[in-house]
């Protein structure tokens, strides 16, 4: 026995130095000796698992608990083995008998939880992770995937808990900062992100994922430059990485260099054809270009890959009321879609009227209004609401922001005052945000965004308020069984068309915003029409490139056939990328404009945009889906906007605008009515110098800029929509 344990212990050193085919011939001489000795198949059994040959290492590890059955290592290594070859079940079991025979087994907890993490148990698996943690201390290794559990589980304050735990434990675990880093770009906290990935790096230099989270962080933080370097660097490491070429496309999509962050996410997907997030980039960025049938195509092969990605479907939601000949029941229909994939498994546990909404309601007391949205700052949404918002505290409403957003501007500190409260919750999870809404309880829930970015048509869906209302910042029904009503009016919904919104319609008396006009006087003065001025005439657009299509372009054509030497100003930041401005001058031309007729401009401050808009004679308003925005800035410089709208929402924004304006002669009935009026408008050159110097003060004198009166309307139907769900419940 003595030249047995000598041999044993041997063939251990040469194990435990790594030197496995050394210490493997020991085993089998011990076990030439003494056939089925217990420890020597144990062992041999671990040298052919740490070898990757788990099936020899399972039927040697179970040689030696037939030997000796009580020994928890066996049990454990067993354990081990199953996992490798797949049967987790099995190796659950192994690794829970090692526990009943060393309930302090901190190793075997910590397998126990690798294994239950495998078959996707992650509550169990959490569990078992923080027991090992507890009976080791120092056991940074279930630590940190305790930390990979809860972030998967969307806890990410706890998974921050256990990544920094885990970092105390071991200062030198690259994995436990990388992956920290990785969650803390989650929850939108750049700066901490990226110096957590800082440390990662200086661990190791190279490490890829970490390089191309840090590039994130850093395009986050404002610092392109710095972010394509990092970018650059985890794709020259790792070029088959997916989530290195994915941080590098969005590097240069952010920067407006739309090919090259569609080169890039081709090449991502060269890597890996089954990349659902690359199809769905690329999709944005073929929308952004106004190709529509691309866009659609990508976003509809990353739903085949993987149907749980909701704002895809809402993407493809969205693109539906850019289509030609887009109908009402077609919009409801491709919203209520969206509703029935992800919406639905939330139903039965929604907020509903209880007796404390009736009392309050009886009462007339304060109502408590929460408002949902990414765009607390300087946005379209955030503009269209920020005035009504500032007037309704006056309307005995008390506010509650919940804010998607880690951006500050002067916009928000607006928001900020009117709110009793302001909540930060962006990277926090749906399930995570919904929770507090329902915690803070109250009576009323507002949308901001719908499925637009930023939107969290998810936290609607699990209904935490008992009533919520859509308004402002999307264009259509949301589709959501969970939504109870739509803030509208008449020139956006007429009277009759109710059916087609999932929502109860809300009509304010005038338009269902208030606009925030940019600049003053002094920054955005008036000026002549071009026309007034000794130069051409001049029509203008300065709407997204994805509003365009061929029918509006043959609009165009014919116009600018019937004024010879008139012009066209193209105006969207997407024209700053070069190829995406020669490919619309191709559309163009293959439309009958010729290219020397056409002025393209691509992005610039908010500002320099609206000096553009008055440096028309006459815009010319997208069909089917009309400006918003542009409309309402173009007629602050003064400017006619010539509208075809259509049965949609979206398609009846110039509309609604210019009538509560009181501009008159922009309405048009067909494609051939909205060339005349557009020609007629260009051929009255006093006519438009009449409106240039007087529209601007009626807009701000009139209903389009006055939030207090929108307010007072807006709170009023607020609370007969609250008294009508009390009388119900």
């Known amino acids: ?125 959490a569990t078992a992770f923080r027991q090992a943690a507890a009976r080791r201390p120092g056991y940074a290794k279930a630590r940190f995937n ?130 659902a997030q690359a199809h769905a980039n ?72 209880g007796r404390s909404t009736a009392a309050v309601a009886a009462a007339k007391g304060p109502l408590t209004v929460a408002i949902l949205s990414g765009d607390f700052r300087r946005h379209p949404a955030g503009l269209f609401a920020l005035r009504t918002v500032e007037a309704l505290p006056a309307q005995d409403i008390r506010l509650l922001l919940y804010a998607n957003q880690t951006e500050a501007d002067d916009v928000t500190a607006r928001f900020r005052k009117a709110a009793a409260r302001w909540i930060p919750v962006a990277g926090l999870p749906d399930g995570e945000v919904a929770a507090r809404i329902r915690h803070d309880r109250p009576d009323i829930l507002i949308d901001l965004a719908g499925h637009n970015a930023r939107g969290r048509p998810g936290v609607f869906a699990r209904k935490p308020a008992p009533l919520q209302v859509a308004w402002a910042g999307y264009m259509a029904t949301t589709g959501l069984a969970a939504m109870d009503a739509l803030v509208a009016d008449r020139h956006h919904v007429p009277d009759g068309m109710e059916a087609f919104y999932a929502e109860r319609v809300l009509r304010m008396p005038d338009a269902f915003i208030a606009f925030e006009p940019p600049g003053d006087g002094e920054a955005l003065p008036l000026t002549q029409p071009p026309s007034l001025s000794g130069g051409p005439v001049t029509f203008g657009s300065f709407n997204i490139l994805t509003k365009l299509n061929d029918a509006v372009l043959a609009a165009w054509a014919a116009i600018l056939g019937r004024l010879p030497g008139s012009r066209l100003l193209m105006k969207t930041k997407a024209l700053s990328c070069p190829v995406t401005a020669a490919l619309w001058r191709g559309r163009l031309a293959a439309a009958g404009i010729e290219p020397d007729r056409v002025t393209m401009v691509g992005g610039s401050s908010s500002l320099d945009h609206m000096r553009h808009c008055g440096s028309v004679d006459v815009a010319l308003d997208p069909f089917p889906f009309s400006g918003s925005t542009t409309t309402l800035e173009t007629l602050w410089m003064g400017v006619p906007v010539v509208t075809l709208p259509g049965e949609t929402f979206s398609s009846r924004h110039s509309l609604a605008f210019l009538t509560v304006a009181g501009v008159e002669g922009c309405i048009a009935a067909d494609p051939a009515d909205y060339v005349e009026r557009a020609v007629a408008w260009a051929s009255a050159p006093q006519r438009l110098a009449d409106l240039r110097r007087t529209l601007r003060a009626r807009m701000a004198a009139g209903p389009l800029c006055d939030g207090g009166r929108l307010a007072a309307a807006l709170a009023a139907d607020l609370r007969a929509l609250q008294s009508s769900a009390a009388r119900r419940s």
């Not at 969005?250 to 997907?269: C, F, H, K, P, V």
């Open 282 to 353: 690329l999709a944005l960025v073929r929308q952004t270009q106004g190709l529509l049938d691309a866009a659609e195509a990508g976003n509809r092969r990353a739903l085949a890959l993987d149907p749980g990605l909701a704002d895809v479907r809402s993407n493809l939601a969205y693109l539906r009321l850019f289509r030609p000949g887009v109908t009402l029941a077609a919009v409801l229909e491709a919203h209520r879609a969206w509703d029935a994939a992800h919406g639905a498994p939330h139903r039965g546990r929604w907020a509903k009227p």
């Open 146 to 275: 305790l930390g990979n559990v809860l972030a998967a589980l969307d806890r990410r304050a706890d998974a921050d808990d256990a990544y920094r735990a885990a970092i105390t434990d071991d200062p030198a675990f690259v994995e436990a900062h990388a992956n920290r880093g990785s969650l803390l770009l989650a929850l939108e906290r750049p700066a901490d992100a990226a110096a957590a990935l800082a440390r990662a790096l200086a661990l190791r230099p190279d490490h890829a994922p970490a390089l191309a989270n840090r590039a994130a962080a850093l395009l986050a933080l404002g610092k392109p430059d710095a972010a394509e370097r990092a970018a650059r660097h985890a794709v020259a490491s790792r070029p088959e990485l997916a989530d290195a070429l994915l941080r590098l496309a969005e590097i240069r999509q952010r920067a407006g260099r739309l090919d090259a962050a569609a080169s890039t996410y081709a090449a991502a997907l060269a890597w890996n054809p089954a990349l």
């Open 1 to 125: 026995m003595a030249t047995i344990q000598e041999a044993l212990s041997a063939a251990l050193a040469h194990h435990q130095a790594g030197r496995l085919a050394e210490a493997a011939a020991l085993y089998h001489a011990v076990l030439d000796a003494v056939p089925g000795h217990a420890d020597a198949s144990h062992l041999l059994g671990v040298v052919h698992l740490q070898s990757g040959q788990p099936d020899r290492a399972a039927a040697l590890i179970r040689t030696a608990i037939q030997a000796s059955h009580r020994v928890a290592d066996y049990h454990d290594n067993l354990g081990s083995a199953l996992k490798a070859l797949g049967r987790h079940e099995e190796a659950v079991a192994a690794h829970r008998q090692a526990i009943r025979l060393r309930p302090e087994f901190a190793q075997a907890l910590y397998n126990l939880g690798n294994a239950l993490e495998a078959l996707g148990r992650l509550e169990e698996a």
